[in-house]
């Protein structure tokens, strides 16, 4: 089973930019849509973006659009979340996960999900 593990995760100020990466190991992440989810705290988790597993598509939450944008390399089984403009709601643990096909809803059949990494934006 293919495990993942965020980093990239820090401290910040609004305006800022940062980078997620998602790194997966003991397996690969070639066949799976990858997703980013966020959970703020006192909060429920909710989806960020997903990439299908081609990389042709992605799909954003409203909240972040325009701002934030997802790749993948599938030959070093990575996902990236670029995220720019940050804000303070941006503020939460992300996680990334895998999936057959995209998942926006948390709760759905997910392969795979990872320890996550925090963001801090503060104002």
């Known amino acids: 089973q293919v495990q993942l593990l965020e980093y990239g995760g820090g401290l910040m100020q609004a305006g800022d930019s940062l980078r997620l990466v998602c790194a997966a190991s ?3 992440i070639g066949a799976y849509a990858m997703q980013w989810f ?3 705290p ?3 988790r909710e989806f960020v973006s ?3 597993w081609g990389g042709h598509d992605t799909y954003y939450a ?3 659009k325009g ?3 997802t790749r993948r390399e599938n030959h070093q ?3 990236y979340l670029q995220m720019n ?3 303070p709601e941006d503020t939460g643990i992300y996680y990334c996960a895998a999936s057959i096909g995209v998942r926006r809803d948390p709760r759905d059949d997910f392969a795979s999900w990872g320890q996550g990494t925090q963001v801090n934006v503060s104002s």
Do not use: C, H, P, Y
């Open 26 to 28: 003991g397996g690969t």
């Open 77 to 79: 089984n990575r996902v």
């Open 62 to 64: 409203d909240s972040v």
């Open 67 to 69: 701002r934030f944008t």
């Open 42 to 44: 006192g909060k429920e």
């Open 50 to 52: 997903a990439i299908t």
């Open 38 to 40: 966020r959970q703020a």
């Open 85 to 87: 403009e940050l804000r």
